[in-house]
């Protein structure tokens, strides 16, 4: 895979090759565990939700953000991911991150075109440690939880 790095420890990618899941295992492998995890992403699919599954031993607590209009379109997919991570949010959105932090407060942050989907396509992102830029995404995901619906299947 093509990731490539830079003297600060980023990674910065622009190819087909790589995935969401390949993005997604490189955060879990930086820090090994993630004590608390947060994606976003328009869609998701059944794959996805089977990887965060199959990693949930190393994963605390996990948020997940999807879009309204593909969630609705696909109930059963929206309900096994509801039931299988902390907390599921639906709002108008098209972002796609994905951000970690180790139970020691280390953190990681990518920023994808990347759906959580695997389409093959030509996608780009980076992955930063940056402090700073992950203090403003974090305050921005507080905003989009104030403007999302919590969804429950179960109700």
């Known amino acids: 895979m093509k990731f490539q790095k830079t003297s600060k420890g980023d990674a910065l990618y622009l190819n087909q090759q790589i995935q969401f899941h390949h993005v997604f295992d490189r955060l879990l492998n930086r820090i090994e565990r993630a004590d608390k995890m947060i ?21 605390g607590e996990i948020n997940l953000f999807l879009d309204f209009t593909v969630a609705s379109r696909n109930m059963p997919i929206t309900c096994f991911a509801e039931a299988n991570v902390d907390a599921l949010y639906l709002l108008n959105n098209h972002s796609k991150t994905i951000w970690v932090q180790s139970a020691t407060g280390e953190q ?10 695997n389409n093959h396509r030509f996608e780009c992102g980076f992955i930063t440690g940056d402090q700073e830029l992950i203090d403003i995404y974090l305050n921005e995901i507080e905003q989009m939880k104030l403007e999302s619906v919590p969804f429950n299947g179960r109700q």
Do not use: D, H, P
Not at 39 to 59: D, G, L
């Open 108 to 117: 990681c942050l990518a920023v994808i075109s990347n759906n959580a989907t």
């Open 39 to 59: 994606v976003s992403s328009f869609a998701v699919t059944e794959a996805i939700i089977r990887r965060i599954i199959k990693n949930r031993y190393r994963i």
